[in-house]
């Protein structure tokens, strides 16, 4: 249930606050440019299926961190120490993800999935503390 609630919640986001600024943001930029923009339908909704899978699919990854740390594979302190290194893999899938190449949408991949990494460590850290609360309680 955690990943379809966080997919859909990726989704939402996309349609109600980037789909429409991005949009915005396209029309803008070729109309100061000369460009005619013309999106048929089948763009159209080709170009809002691809933000709505990439954001559904970015929002899965404090599930995704979740699941490595409660397999055994990285301890809780991992997403910290690495911080870094995630923030730069962040921005390369957000230019990745983004069908249009331009890097504010990448931007509006990657802010959010930093955030949800910041979400995830944090609730892996707080968990951590509380196993070892725990722990030092019983006999």
């Given at each position: 249930?955690?990943?379809?609630?966080?997919?859909?919640?990726?989704?939402?986001?996309?349609?109600?606050?980037?789909?429409?600024?991005?949009?915005?943001?396209?029309?803008?930029?070729?109309?100061?440019?000369?460009l005619v923009t013309f999106l048929n339908?089948?763009?159209?909704?080709?170009?809002?299926?691809?933000?709505?899978?990439?954001?559904?699919?970015?929002?899965?990854?404090?599930?995704?961190?979740?699941?490595?740390?409660?397999?055994?594979?990285?301890?809780?302190?991992?997403?910290?120490?690495?911080?870094?290194?995630?923030?730069?893999?962040?921005?390369?899938?957000?230019?990745?993800?983004?069908?249009?190449?331009?890097?504010?949408?990448?931007?509006?991949?990657?802010?959010?999935?930093?955030?949800?990494?910041?979400?995830?460590?944090?609730?892996?850290?707080?968990?951590?503390?509380?196993?070892?609360?725990?722990?030092?309680?019983?006999?």
């Open positions: 249930m955690p990943a379809v609630g966080l997919f859909i919640v990726g989704c939402i986001f996309s349609y109600n606050y980037v789909i429409p600024y991005i949009l915005d943001f396209l029309y803008r930029y070729g109309e100061s440019a000369g339908v089948m763009d159209f909704v080709s170009f809002v299926l691809q933000f709505l899978l990439a954001f559904g699919l970015s929002f899965q990854l404090p599930l995704v961190m979740y699941a490595v740390t409660g397999a055994g594979i990285v301890e809780s302190d991992f997403w910290r120490k690495n911080i870094r290194y995630a923030i730069v893999i962040i921005v390369i899938f957000g230019a990745a993800v983004t069908p249009d190449g331009s890097g504010v949408t990448m931007w509006f991949v990657a802010g959010p999935m930093i955030g949800l990494y910041l979400a995830g460590m944090v609730i892996l850290e707080h968990k951590k503390t509380k196993n070892e609360r725990l722990n030092a309680k019983s006999p």
